[in-house]
């Protein structure tokens, strides 16, 4: 079974800087697909970042400039350094990792917290 393990969210003042983690295990397959979403009290669960087994990368237009999403494939290890954080940057970030093989599926992380307060 995947598990998908975050780290690194906590408290920081607006202008800060944050670097989220989140490692795949559990498969002797590596993922296609690994995205961030965040979701805010009382509001729907939207896409942050993801990136391609390749490289490729797409952002949500709020973080563009700001936030950059890697991925180490030998580790099967997202990424989401974030800079100059807004309060409404606050929010639980969740990882997610699809797989094609051995079948399609979607794995979820638990979840991190992110608070962008002074």
């Known amino acids: 079974q995947v598990q998908l393990v975050e780290s690194g969210g906590g408290l920081v003042q607006p202008g800060g800087s944050l670097r989220l983690s989140c490692a795949a295990s559990g498969s002797i397959f590596s993922p296609k697909d690994m995205n961030w979403y965040r979701q805010a009290p009382g509001k729907q669960r939207d896409l942050v970042a993801g990136?391609?087994?390749?490289?490729?990368?797409n952002y949500a237009d709020s973080v563009k400039g700001r936030f950059t999403i890697s991925r180490d494939n030998a580790k099967n290890t997202v990424y989401l350094q974030m800079n100059s954080l807004k309060p409404e940057d606050t929010a639980v970030y969740y990882c997610n990792a699809y797989y094609r093989y051995p079948y399609t599926k979607t794995y979820w992380g638990q979840g991190t917290q992110v608070t962008v307060s002074s």
């Open positions: 990136i391609t087994a390749g490289g490729s990368t």
